[in-house]
């Protein structure tokens, strides 16, 4: 008990909850309309594909700055984006196995350079392949501002345009004939979704940078029909499974931030899916008897009125 | 000697992931490839907690039992109505993340490495030697992988026109009495045998690359589903080798370049594949458009 609240007074730490916060919150408001759009696998595809651009980043510089890796990685992304959008216009290859392919060959691709910096005996390197996992406990204070900012930019172009993004998340048809510029609005989700994912990688690693894209959004999605609502509750969700998971990690066990983040989000996902009202299972039992006793009451009596009048 | 069984190794975690592979790039499945190999590492983490040793058949069965609870996780949602990007994208994060924190807890007593887990170390297969009766008879992973390939080829070759009829038409199948359901799970286990055998010597990142990206190589260049499996094992197995040699010149990863290297061979058929090439494509419109102005 005494590491714990240590660990809430230490202002470096409460830097880094506060950082993994905004970037749950953030990643949950995205991942709602990536999911509306059934491009939920998008956050998967490019959290992988980020991993080469951060390799050459380092490659390239020599040193670990996080400016860099960001911007490595979002080329990388935006490069990926492209070439999944053109495998699927220009071939047969439909978008699962477009995803799939671009995800294992960039992250095969990054997995050589990863290899070949470690082997090259770069002192400098030890640590790149936190990025794998993340270790929220080991980022800087200025990498968590610099996530932090980029984390209130993302909720706040989410919140400026959610009227239009709302629109094109529902009917995108409607949305181009009023006049919207639908191809430019598309991009910009997707690389809204880049910079998630690369502002992610930190503290929760490229492996499972999706999850937090994914299961929030999914679990909002268990408690509510109004989009509004999902997109807070998502925010919500994101947030509190930041928190709690780097709080753990950071509590000095060593563990990597990034699945025990995923697995708190996906605490909250089971939660949702057994006790949302409604939607969840609990509900649809209850709903389910009630029905039940109700129809069996009603043949009883209708089987009583029949004897009734046979009498 | 050791170059042999790591090319070896190599080639027969392609041929068995892309055999299995094509049924799921023709099924709109990929995705589910990627999921089952990612979700099955609880599986194995458990199962090696539990019985100690890395090579037990133990293992191999706690992995297939994962992976199909993976899948029926994945279906279960969709049908309560997640979309099923979604689905497949909660289920294996939850239980990757899982199989990852069971990694770190016990990393310090077992020789279970997370880098290992994920894209694998097919440079130490050979020194992980099966004897029997004192004799050498090869390593470990190469029986393993071996005896999944084997189990796939069986049973794909027994029930090819069933398989075949499942993937381009469910429907007409379920019409003519195939029992649909059964063979979408004989393929998911037979995806997860086949992950499980390989991922433990080659890694999760290889695995998934050979169960898409030869057979969508394939994919661009005939029309013939037997075709398209065969053009897959070679295209696996010929990644596989040169990915290897380009390892070893380049001093990096052995799974990670045999992966580019299938993506290399993607990128050359997306461009000049004979019959859905973009390059040829294009080449042949160009002419059609030429003609047609004669024409006038």
């Known amino acids: 008990m005494s590491t714990a609240l240590y660990i809430w007074l230490d202002p470096n730490v409460q830097w880094i909850l506060f950082g993994s916060m905004l970037l749950g919150l953030s990643s949950g408001v995205i991942g709602s309309f990536a999911y509306l759009r059934k491009q939920s696998l998008m956050g998967d595809a490019l959290s992988h594909a980020a991993l080469p651009g951060v390799c050459i980043a380092f490659m390239l510089s020599g040193s670990k700055s996080i400016g860099l890796f960001l911007l490595g990685a979002a080329v990388a992304g935006v490069i990926a984006t492209f070439g999944i959008g053109f495998i699927t216009r220009n071939s047969r290859v439909k978008q699962d196995a477009a995803l799939a392919i671009v995800l294992t060959v960039f992250f095969g691709i990054g997995i050589v350079l990863l290899t070949r910096i470690q082997h090259s005996g770069n002192g400098n390197q030890s640590g790149l392949d936190k990025f794998l996992f993340g270790q929220a406990a080991s980022m800087m204070l200025s990498d968590v501002m610099i996530m932090a900012a980029i984390s209130l930019v993302l909720v706040t172009v989410c919140s400026l345009l959610f009227k239009e993004f709302k629109l094109l998340s529902f009917d995108p048809g409607f949305a181009r004939g009023i006049g919207y510029p639908v191809a430019f609005m598309d991009q910009l989700i997707m690389f809204l979704i880049v910079v998630a994912v690369v502002v992610g990688i930190q503290a929760v690693g490229v492996v499972l940078m999706s999850a937090l894209l994914i299961t929030p959004a999914v679990s909002a999605r268990y408690w509510t029909e109004k989009l509004g609502m999902m997109v807070v509750l998502a925010g919500l969700f994101g947030a509190l499974s930041g ?52 129809v069996r009451r009603e043949q009883a009596e209708v089987s009583g009125e029949r004897r009734n009048r046979a009498v | 000697m050791s170059t042999f069984w ?122 992980n030697m099966l004897q029997i009766a004192g004799v050498d008879i090869g390593p470990k992973a190469v029986w393993g992988v071996g005896l999944a390939l084997l189990l796939s080829v069986v049973l794909i070759a027994a029930f090819y026109k069933q398989f075949k009829i499942c993937s381009f038409d469910p429907a007409m199948a379920a019409a003519v009495g195939i029992p649909v359901a059964l063979f979408h799970y004989l393929l998911m286990g037979l995806v997860s045998v086949s992950t499980v055998a390989s991922f433990e010597s080659v890694g999760a990142i290889l695995v998934v690359g050979m169960l898409v990206v030869p057979p969508a190589t394939a994919y661009l260049l005939t029309e013939k589903l037997g075709r398209m499996i065969v053009y897959s094992v070679l295209i696996g197995c010929a990644s596989s080798v040169i990915g290897y040699f380009a390892a070893s010149m380049l001093d990096a990863s052995i799974a990670g370049s045999m992966i580019s290297i299938a993506g290399g061979i993607f990128l050359i058929a997306l461009l000049f594949s004979p019959s859905h090439g973009v390059v040829l494509r294009k080449i042949k419109q160009k002419q059609m458009v030429r003609q047609a102005s004669i024409a006038e």
């Open chain 1, 243 to 294: 928190l709690i998971g780097t709080f753990i990690s950071a509590s000095g066990n060593n563990l990597p931030t990034g699945p025990l983040t995923v697995l708190v989000a996906t605490a909250v996902f089971a939660l949702s899916v057994a006790a949302a009202p409604r939607r969840g299972v609990i509900s649809k039992l209850l709903l389910r008897a009630s029905v039940r006793t109700q």
């Open chain 2, 6 to 127: 790591i090319v070896l190794t190599g080639a027969l975690v392609a041929s068995a992931c892309s055999i299995v592979g094509c049924f799921l790039v023709l099924r709109k499945m990929a995705m589910i490839g990627d999921a089952i190999s990612h979700a099955v590492l609880p599986g194995i983490v458990i199962a090696f907690l539990i019985g100690g040793s890395r090579d037990s058949l133990l293992m191999l069965l706690g992995a297939a039992a994962i992976g199909l609870l993976a899948v029926f996780l994945i279906q279960w949602f969709h049908q309560s109505g997640v979309p099923s990007d979604a689905s497949i994208g909660v289920v294996f994060t939850a239980l990757f993340a899982a199989g990852v924190v069971l990694v770190s807890m016990y990393t310090r007593d077992i020789d279970l490495d997370l880098d290992c887990v994920l894209y694998g170390e097919i440079a130490y297969v050979p020194w």
